[in-house]
Every structure is written in structure tokens, then in C-alpha cells.
Nanobody, 123 residues
Framework: QVQLVESGGDSVQAGGSLRLSCAVS????????IAWFRQTSEKGRESVAG???????TYGDSVKGRFAISKDNAKTTVYLEMNSLKVEDTGMYYC?????????????????WGQGTQVTVSS
């Protein structure tokens, strides 16, 4: 069974920052695309950011310039640094591992999902 565990969600004021972590099983970490999705009341499930096996990053339009995805190979952990948070960023954030090295940020391209971590942004 693949282990995919998110952490770091919290309640924060608008304009603040949070850093989410996703610990990924070693057998899936090094070659596959790893991405963050979120589930919000208004938009449902949407892609946030992805990092490909070669390190190439991709971001959803709503978070460009505010969020950054990165990874620590020694810890087999992917991070999502979230800055300038807005109320509309509120939702459950999920880490997911794709079927391939390259990131195509639609749900059908991801086979493994974590249980999620809640982010709540208040005004």
C-alpha cells in the first residue's frame, strides 16, 4: 500500500502563510508527478500545483505568484508554501501521485491520494 500523508493545515488570517507537507512512499517519489489539489465549496476539486520527476513545476491560475511547490529528496517529502492567503483558498488540500513522470493536472492522471489537510482562511 502506498503511503501518502499530508500535514500542516491550520486556520490563518487572510494575508498570512502556511506550509503544507506531503510525505510520499519512496517507491513512488522519485519518478512520478506529485501534485496538490484542493476541494472548495465554491469550485469543487481543482488543481493547485504539481512537480514533475525532473523538477518542472506547474501552477493553477488562481495561485500563481502566491504558492510554491518544492521537494526534499532526503525526506521524500513535497511541500506547498502558501503565501498571501485569501478567504477563497479555504478548503481541504490533497496530495496526489500521478501515473507518469510529467504533470497533467487533471484528476484522471492521478492514481494515489492522501486523506487531506484542512486550510481555513478568515478575514
Amino acid at each position: 500500500q502506498v503511503q501518502l500523508v499530508e500535514s500542516g493545515g491550520d486556520s490563518v488570517q487572510a494575508g498570512g502563510s502556511l506550509r503544507l507537507s506531503c510525505a510520499v512512499s519512496r517507491d513512488m517519489y522519485f519518478r512520478n508527478c506529485i501534485a496538490w489539489f484542493r476541494q472548495t465549496s465554491e469550485k469543487g476539486r481543482e488543481s493547485v500545483a504539481g512537480i514533475a520527476g525532473d523538477g518542472t513545476t506547474t501552477y493553477g491560475d488562481s495561485v500563481k505568484g502566491r504558492f510554491a511547490i518544492s521537494k526534499d529528496n532526503a525526506k521524500t517529502t513535497v511541500y506547498l508554501e502558501m503565501n498571501s492567503l485569501k478567504v477563497e483558498d479555504t478548503g481541504m488540500y490533497y496530495c496526489a501521485v500521478g501515473w507518469a513522470q510529467w504533470c497533467t493536472l487533471t484528476e484522471a492522471h492521478f492514481g494515489y491520494w492522501g486523506q487531506g489537510t484542512q486550510v481555513t482562511v478568515s478575514s
